[in-house]
C-alpha cells in the first residue's frame, strides 16, 4: 500500500487506518501512511514542531482523511495558542467514525506511543507533501485521460492542453504557492542584491536592461513583476523599441555568459507576436545589427559587402537567447501556458507582447470589448508575478491624440483602457514629432514669384531639421520612482532606437 520511501521507518501505532481515498483500479495511489502517523505523533508531542516546517503543509496533503483532519485540529488550537495533546485533542474525535474504527480516540495516545517521528519531523513533512505533489500529478493526468476521451460536448483538444500545462504547473509550483511571510533581514538581503546588480552594472540597473542608458537611468531597468505598457499611435516605433529592448536584454545575458559573469542584467526574451511574423521581425533584428534598411533586404537590393556583413551579424545572433511566437488571436489563458513553458524549458527572464489589442480574453467577456481588455491586462499582470519578470505590453491609444494640437499621448488616451492603467506598474508612451511635421509639408513652389509659399516651405524644413530623428519616450506612471521624459535617436531606415550623443539634447530640458 505504502510507496517505498528513503527514510528509515519509524515505528508505527498498533493499528494504521486503511486509506479511505479513492484509487484507480491496478495500482494504489503513492502514501506513506506510517509516515503521516509518526509526523502527528511528533507534533501532539512537541507542537513547536510546526513552527519549523519548511514545507507548506495542509490537511488535504494527508492521503488518510483521519490523518488530514486531526492536523487541521491541531491547526485550529495552536492558532489560539491552545497546547495540543491526545487529551486535549480528545473531545473533538469522540464521534468520529473513522476513529471510532480504530478503537476510538485512544489511537491519538497511540500516535506518541514511542516518539521516534521527533528524530526527522522536517523530513517526514517532506515526504508528506512530495507524495501529496504525485497524487496530484497521478489526478491531473487521469482527468486529462478522461476529457480527451470525453467527445459528447465540444470537441477542443488545444484548450485541453493549455488547461492540462496550467495544472501542472501549478503542481510543479505548488511550494511558492503558499509563501510565508520574509523576515527583514531575509527582505533586506534581496535588497542588497539588487543593489548590487545595480552597482555592478554601472550604478542605474536594478533590474532586466533596456539596452538604453537614458531609460535605464530614469526607470533602474525592468523590475520583476512588472507590468510595462508601451503605447503609441500607428507609426511611432512600438514594435521597434520593443524589439530593441529585447535584443539588448537577450545580447547582454549571451555577452555576459561568455564572460563568466553571474549576475546578468540581460535576461532570455519571449517575444510574443501577434501582428508580425517571425521572419520579419528577424529581418527587423538582422537589419538593425548589420545597418541595412529592413526594405533593401526583403527585395535582395543589397551589395556583396552588404550581404557579408548581414552574414557577420546572422551568426553573432545565431546563439541569442531570444525566442519569438507568432501565433496570431493568442487567448490570454494560451499566452500564459506558453510563457509558464519557455521559462520552465529556457528561463526566460522577460516576455514581451505584440500587441495588447491582439489578444483575446475567455468566452465570457467577448461581447464586452472593455471587460475583455481589462480581462487580458489583468492576466498579464498575474503572469509577470507569476514567473517573477516583467512583462512588457504594447498597446495602441485611441484616435483622440489626433484631434489635439499638442499630439503628445496621455494616459486618458489608451484605448478600451479598461484596468489597463490600474494593472501597470509603468506606462511609457513613444511619440515622434518628426512623424507629424513630415504630414504637414506644404507644397513645393514651382516658381519664385510665390514668396509666401517659399517662406513656408523654408519654415517647414527647419522645423523638419530640428526634429528629424528625434523620438520620446513619455513615462506617464512609474511605480518605482518619478514620471517624466526620456529623448532618444530614432533610425527609420534600420528602425532602430538609441540613446542620444550629448550634444544633440539641443535647447529643450527634459525631467
Same mark, same amino acid.
Given at each position: 500500500?505504502?510507496?517505498?520511501?528513503?527514510?528509515?521507518?519509524?515505528?508505527?501505532?498498533?493499528?494504521?487506518?486503511?486509506?479511505?481515498?479513492?484509487?484507480?483500479?491496478?495500482?494504489?495511489?503513492?502514501?506513506?501512511?506510517?509516515?503521516?502517523?509518526?509526523?502527528?505523533?511528533?507534533?501532539?508531542?512537541?507542537?513547536?514542531?510546526?513552527?519549523?516546517?519548511?514545507?507548506?503543509?495542509?490537511?488535504?496533503?494527508?492521503?488518510?482523511?483521519?490523518?488530514?483532519?486531526?492536523?487541521?485540529?491541531?491547526?485550529?488550537?495552536?492558532?489560539?495558542?491552545?497546547?495540543?495533546?491526545?487529551?486535549?485533542?480528545?473531545?473533538?474525535?469522540?464521534?468520529?467514525?473513522?476513529?471510532?474504527?480504530?478503537?476510538?480516540?485512544?489511537?491519538?495516545?497511540?500516535?506518541?506511543?514511542?516518539?521516534?517521528?521527533?528524530?526527522?519531523?522536517?523530513?517526514?513533512?517532506?515526504?508528506?507533501?512530495?507524495?501529496?505533489?504525485?497524487?496530484?500529478?497521478?489526478?491531473?493526468?487521469?482527468?486529462?485521460?478522461?476529457?480527451?476521451?470525453?467527445?459528447?460536448?465540444?470537441?477542443?483538444?488545444?484548450?485541453?492542453?493549455?488547461?492540462?500545462?496550467?495544472?501542472?504547473?501549478?503542481?510543479?509550483?505548488?511550494?511558492?504557492?503558499?509563501?510565508?511571510?520574509?523576515?527583514?533581514?531575509?527582505?533586506?538581503?534581496?535588497?542588497?542584491?539588487?543593489?548590487?546588480?545595480?552597482?555592478? !552594472?554601472?550604478?542605474?540597473?536594478?533590474?532586466?536592461?533596456?539596452?538604453?542608458?537614458?531609460?535605464?537611468?530614469?526607470?533602474?531597468?525592468?523590475?520583476?513583476?512588472?507590468?510595462?505598457?508601451?503605447?503609441?499611435?500607428?507609426?511611432?516605433?512600438?514594435?521597434?523599441?520593443?524589439?530593441?529592448?529585447?535584443?539588448?536584454?537577450?545580447?547582454?545575458?549571451?555577452?555576459?555568459?561568455?564572460?563568466?559573469?553571474?549576475?546578468?542584467?540581460?535576461?532570455?526574451?519571449?517575444?510574443?507576436?501577434?501582428?508580425?511574423?517571425?521572419?520579419?521581425?528577424?529581418?527587423?533584428?538582422?537589419?538593425?545589427?548589420?545597418?541595412?534598411?529592413?526594405?533593401?533586404?526583403?527585395?535582395?537590393?543589397? !551589395?556583396?559587402?552588404?550581404?557579408?556583413?548581414?552574414?557577420?551579424?546572422?551568426?553573432?545572433?545565431?546563439?541569442?537567447?531570444?525566442?519569438?511566437?507568432?501565433?496570431?488571436?493568442?487567448?490570454?489563458?494560451?499566452?500564459?501556458?506558453?510563457?509558464?513553458?519557455?521559462?520552465?524549458?529556457?528561463?526566460?527572464?522577460?516576455?514581451?507582447?505584440?500587441?495588447?489589442?491582439?489578444?483575446?480574453?475567455?468566452?465570457?467577456?467577448?461581447?464586452?470589448?472593455?471587460?475583455?481588455?481589462?480581462?487580458?491586462?489583468?492576466?498579464?499582470?498575474?503572469?509577470?508575478?507569476?514567473?517573477?519578470?516583467?512583462?512588457?505590453?504594447?498597446?495602441?491609444?485611441?484616435?483622440?491624440?489626433?484631434?489635439?494640437?499638442?499630439?503628445?499621448?496621455?494616459?486618458?488616451?489608451?484605448?478600451? !483602457?479598461?484596468?489597463?492603467?490600474?494593472?501597470?506598474?509603468?506606462?511609457?508612451?513613444?511619440?515622434?514629432?518628426?512623424?507629424?511635421?513630415?504630414?504637414?509639408?506644404?507644397?513645393?513652389?514651382?516658381?519664385?514669384?510665390?514668396?509666401?509659399?517659399?517662406?513656408?516651405?523654408?519654415?517647414?524644413?527647419?522645423?523638419?531639421?530640428?526634429?528629424?530623428?528625434?523620438?520620446?519616450?513619455?513615462?506617464?506612471?512609474?511605480?518605482?520612482?518619478?514620471?517624466?521624459?526620456?529623448?532618444?535617436?530614432?533610425?527609420?531606415?534600420?528602425?532602430?532606437?538609441?540613446?542620444?550623443?550629448?550634444?544633440?539634447?539641443?535647447?529643450?530640458?527634459?525631467?
Amino acid at each position: 500500500m505504502a510507496k517505498p520511501d528513503t527514510l528509515a521507518r519509524p515505528s508505527i501505532p498498533a493499528a494504521v487506518p486503511e486509506p479511505s481515498g479513492q484509487q484507480p483500479a491496478g495500482r494504489a495511489l503513492p502514501a506513506n501512511l506510517e509516515a503521516e502517523a509518526a509526523f502527528l505523533g511528533a507534533v501532539l508531542i512537541d507542537n513547536r514542531v510546526l513552527e519549523d516546517l519548511t514545507v507548506p503543509l495542509r490537511p488535504e496533503h494527508f492521503f488518510e482523511p483521519l490523518h488530514g483532519r486531526i492536523f487541521e485540529r491541531i491547526g485550529v488550537q495552536t492558532d489560539k495558542q491552545m497546547v495540543v495533546t491526545p487529551v486535549t485533542l480528545k473531545p473533538y474525535f469522540d464521534a468520529d467514525p473513522a476513529m471510532a474504527e480504530l478503537g476510538g480516540t485512544a489511537y491519538l495516545a497511540r500516535l506518541t506511543a514511542d516518539g521516534q517521528g521527533l528524530l526527522a519531523p522536517r523530513e517526514l513533512a517532506q515526504q508528506i507533501y512530495d507524495l501529496a505533489l504525485l497524487r496530484e500529478l497521478v489526478r491531473v493526468g487521469r482527468e486529462l485521460v478522461e476529457g480527451a476521451l470525453d467527445t459528447s460536448e465540444e470537441v477542443e483538444p488545444m484548450r485541453q492542453i493549455e488547461e492540462a500545462e496550467a495544472r501542472l504547473f501549478e503542481v510543479a509550483e505548488g511550494a511558492s504557492g503558499a509563501r510565508e511571510a520574509e523576515s527583514f533581514r531575509s527582505a533586506t538581503g534581496k535588497a542588497l542584491e539588487m543593489i548590487e546588480t545595480a552597482i555592478n !552594472s554601472g550604478g542605474h540597473v536594478a533590474g532586466k536592461t533596456t539596452g538604453f542608458t537614458s531609460i535605464n537611468e530614469k526607470c533602474g531597468g525592468l523590475h520583476n513583476s512588472d507590468l510595462i505598457i508601451i503605447a503609441g499611435r500607428p507609426g511611432m516605433g512600438k514594435t521597434s523599441l520593443a524589439t530593441n529592448i529585447a535584443f539588448n536584454c537577450a545580447d547582454r545575458l549571451l555577452r555576459d555568459r561568455r564572460d563568466n559573469i553571474e549576475k546578468s542584467v540581460g535576461a532570455g526574451v519571449a517575444l510574443f507576436s501577434l501582428e508580425m511574423s517571425s521572419d520579419q521581425l528577424a529581418t527587423r533584428v538582422l537589419a538593425e545589427q548589420a545597418g541595412i534598411p529592413s526594405e533593401a533586404l526583403r527585395m535582395g537590393k543589397i !551589395s556583396r559587402d552588404d550581404f557579408q556583413q548581414l552574414s557577420y551579424a546572422s551568426q553573432r545572433l545565431a546563439e541569442l537567447p531570444l525566442f519569438i511566437d507568432d501565433t496570431p488571436a493568442l487567448t490570454i489563458s494560451a499566452l500564459r501556458t506558453r510563457a509558464r513553458r519557455l521559462k520552465r524549458r529556457h528561463d526566460i527572464g522577460l516576455v514581451i507582447v505584440d500587441y495588447l489589442q491582439l489578444m483575446q480574453g475567455s468566452q465570457r467577456n467577448q461581447d464586452n470589448r472593455v471587460n475583455e481588455i481589462s480581462e487580458i491586462s489583468r492576466g498579464l499582470k498575474t503572469l509577470a508575478k507569476e514567473l517573477q519578470v516583467p512583462v512588457i505590453a504594447l498597446s495602441q491609444l485611441s484616435r483622440a491624440v489626433e484631434q489635439r494640437e499638442d499630439k503628445r499621448p496621455m494616459l486618458s488616451d489608451l484605448r478600451e !483602457s479598461g484596468s489597463i492603467e490600474q494593472d501597470a506598474d509603468m506606462v511609457w508612451f513613444v511619440f515622434r514629432e518628426d512623424y507629424y511635421v513630415a504630414a504637414r509639408e506644404p507644397k513645393v513652389p514651382r516658381g519664385d514669384d510665390d514668396m509666401k509659399a517659399h517662406e513656408a516651405h523654408a519654415a517647414w524644413q527647419a522645423e523638419m531639421e530640428r526634429v528629424y530623428g528625434l523620438a520620446e519616450l513619455i513615462i506617464a506612471k512609474q511605480r518605482h520612482g518619478a514620471t517624466g521624459k526620456v529623448r532618444l535617436r530614432f533610425e527609420p531606415r534600420i528602425t532602430r532606437f538609441s540613446d542620444l550623443a550629448e550634444g544633440d539634447y539641443g535647447a529643450d530640458t527634459y525631467g
